[in-house]
């Protein structure tokens, strides 16, 4: 049993530390593509502020030659926002979409696959939540623990599928 015990220990730590670094490695690709696409719009608004430089110089300098030169100046200007518009929303769907990915991956690693139930990594965060809580404003909680008798002896006899779907009954009961 002290064997079992620790061979559970040892591989659930081991789960643990994969999973952390899962999420260190999901959240610096995210930080990563965020860096890029900043760096994407940053030289898109250099690139603006260089053009609309651009269309008021031509402007200032045409103006008393050629009257059309700051209606051709304000079209060029205005496509100009149009595209620089566009490349905004490129990048903020860009961040949206990587940001969605991040919180399925959080939501994931805090999630049981069979059962869609909280994980025990999600306990012990929101334990830890309860507790600073409770020492912050003094509110109390619960905690409730059940376990499934003679679960391993259920498996092995009706087998692991029916086994799976009781853990996924029980699952949705407590929910």
């Known amino acids: 049993l002290l064997k079992r015990a620790r061979a559970q220990v040892t ?22 593509h965020v860096q890029a696409v900043t760096a994407n719009v940053d030289g898109s608004m250099d690139r603006h502020i260089t053009r609309v ?6 402007v200032v300098q045409n103006v008393t030659k050629d009257p059309k030169s700051i209606l051709k100046a304000a079209k060029q200007l205005l496509e100009a926002n149009v595209q620089l518009q566009e490349e905004l929303h490129t990048a903020r769907e860009q961040v949206s979409y990587k940001q969605l990915q991040i ?3 959080m939501s ?44 391993k002896w259920f498996n092995d006899y009706h087998g692991h599928q029916v086994g799976d779907e009781m853990l996924r009954l029980v699952a949705k009961t407590f929910s």
Not at 132 to 141: D, E, I, K, L, V
């Open 11 to 32: 591989a659930a730590r081991e789960d643990a530390e994969i999973t952390v670094s899962l999420e260190r490695h999901e959240l610096q690709e995210f930080f990563a």
């Open 53 to 58: 430089s651009a269309f008021n110089d031509n």
């Open 103 to 105: 919180e399925s991956y």
């Open 108 to 151: 994931d690693a805090r999630t049981d696959a069979l059962t869609g139930v909280a994980n025990r990594r999600a306990f012990d965060q929101e334990i830890r939540r309860l507790f600073a809580q409770r020492q912050r404003m003094g509110n109390s909680f619960s905690l409730l623990l059940a376990d499934i008798d003679h679960f």
